[in-house]
């Protein structure tokens, strides 16, 4: 954000006139307002209260979802109509690209009719590079007003894992001073965009995300960032309320073509069944590390064990929804079991040491991890296992894969906590955090810092609960 007006002041402005804004279309189904707001304007999106939908069954499409969008620069309107006064007619379109697209067809849907400039762009090695049949970049052409080429872009991204969040690939093709075509490549870092989402969980995670249209990949980082306070396999409830804060990426103030444009969690809110998570990303400033997620107090949002041995998908989620799973609860047979089809990978829910890798009478196929203390986790009726005894794995690692192996009346993983050979109920250790603080430093920063983020989750949870005000 370019010199932020005082956190606080916007703030209350933000959720006054967000507020007023929900109550004041809280009968329409799809409402799109702007609202100009001292130095940045929010766009608030599809609110579809249920209020107004009573008579219906609730439906993923009729759910409430709010979309809130800060362009966080201003366009230069002067120069951009001045150019506009010098220039003959001229047109700009864009088009995002097919696996199956060739030069030509990509051409035409650009609107350019230019033999010259299409010569150019097939025998050219960078073009080739960054056009070479792909999908889902995205193209820009300008032309005149008969189809002859005066420029054109691409945009998509780039190969290098460690940049491909912060930064895409750009293509220009124009003609330099002496006339002639010429193809240039740059990394350029994109821009960001935030956006804030609620939604309810009905069915499943991904429905509720789909329904506050919240891309796939902020869905899982949300998940990902609560696997050590919620099993979303087993303790997910009906009710249940979630409220995110995303970067949206934008290359060139449009907002990318690929993954959906999804960026970052800056923040983050989960109440499951009674209680409240929250977690917040910090990147200190004047640290060596690189950012992670805290909670509100600054103690690091980070546990000792997974919730679940069983990363959130939308086939795992689905599976429990569609068909009813073997879960019994921990004291049925001392183990948790979770219905999944076979493949699904299976992974340490904490750091430590593969004790047994291999069969176990009954169980199967089945790895277990000593994580020190006298603890250990047993994963059972695996259908291949992927590590070897005395292996170290890091928490999350994978370690073998979805069976029914043993004893199994069908695939599913049978899950165990043992304490010096004592089985304990798995809920009861995954939420002893292992809380670092950050130093004193770094929680002054990280307290600037927090009050944004606690404000903007505040924001989004009132437009939500605005939108639906019988649903508290
Ligand atoms: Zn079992």
């Given at each position: 954000m370019t010199a932020p007006p005082p956190a606080r002041e916007l703030l209350a402005a933000l959720r006054l006139r967000a507020g007023a804004w929900a109550r004041a279309h809280r009968r329409a189904f799809v409402a799109v307002a702007t609202v100009g707001l001292a130095g940045f304007g929010i766009t608030a999106l599809a609110l579809a209260p249920l209020a107004a939908i009573?008579?219906?069954?609730?439906d993923a499409a009729q759910l409430p979802r709010v979309t809130i969008s800060e362009p966080l620069e201003l366009p230069a309107l002067a120069p951009q109509l001045r150019a506009l006064a010098e220039q003959e007619l001229e047109l700009t379109r864009g088009t995002v690209s097919r696996s199956t697209d060739s030069l030509d067809a990509l051409l035409a849907r650009l609107g350019v009719h230019d033999v010259e400039a299409a010569d150019f762009l097939r025998h050219d090695a960078t073009v080739a590079l960054a056009?070479?049949?792909?999908?889902?970049r995205m193209l820009r052409a300008r032309t005149d007003g008969t189809g002859r080429l005066v420029e054109l872009s691409a945009r998509y991204p780039v190969d290098a894992h460690a940049r491909r969040g912060t930064h895409f690939n750009r293509l220009r093709v124009q003609r330099d001073e002496s006339g002639h075509w010429r193809a240039e490549l740059d990394e350029v870092a994109f821009g960001t965009q935030l956006r804030l989402a609620a939604g309810v969980v009905r069915t499943s995670l991904f429905a509720a995300t789909d329904a506050a249209d919240v891309p796939d990949a902020v869905a899982m980082q949300l998940a990902e960032i609560f696997a050590i306070d919620i099993d979303f396999h087993r303790?997910?409830?009906?009710g249940d309320r979630f409220v995110i804060v995303y970067e949206v990426l934008s290359a060139d103030g449009e907002v990318v073509a690929?993954?959906?444009?999804a960026g970052r969690v800056l923040a983050a809110e989960f109440m499951s069944g009674g209680r409240t998570h929250r977690a917040l990303w910090f990147a200190?400033?004047?640290?060596q590390a690189r950012g992670s997620y805290y909670s509100p107090d600054g103690?690091?949002?980070?546990?000792?064990?997974?919730?679940?041995p069983l990363e959130l998908s939308r086939v795992t989620s689905g599976f429990a929804a569609r068909r009813d799973p073997?879960?019994?609860?921990?004291g049925a047979h001392l183990g948790v079991d979770y219905a999944a089809p076979t493949g699904t990978p299976v992974r340490a829910v904490g750091a430590g040491t593969v004790e047994t890798a291999g069969w176990m009478r009954g169980y199967g196929l089945t790895v277990t991890v000593a994580h020190g203390n006298g603890r250990v986790t047993l994963y059972a009726?695996?259908?291949?296992?992927?590590v070897r005894r005395g292996e170290r794995v890091a928490q999350g690692q994978p370690l073998g894969r979805v069976g029914a192996t043993g004893?199994?009346?069908?695939p599913h993983l049978h899950f165990e906590f043992r304490v010096q050979g004592v089985h304990r109920d798995p809920d009861a250790f995954a939420r002893n955090g292992e809380a670092r603080p950050l130093s004193p430093q770094a929680l002054a920063r990280f307290a600037m810092q927090r009050e944004l983020a606690l404000g903007q989750l505040e924001v989004a949870a009132a437009l939500a609960s605005a939108a639906q005000p019988g649903e508290r």
């Open positions: 009573s008579s219906f069954a609730p056009l070479g049949g792909r999908a889902g303790e997910l409830r009906r690929w993954n959906e444009g200190d400033p004047g640290g103690s690091s949002h980070r546990g000792a064990f997974l919730a679940s073997i879960s019994q609860r921990w009726h695996l259908s291949r296992i992927g004893w199994a009346t069908g």
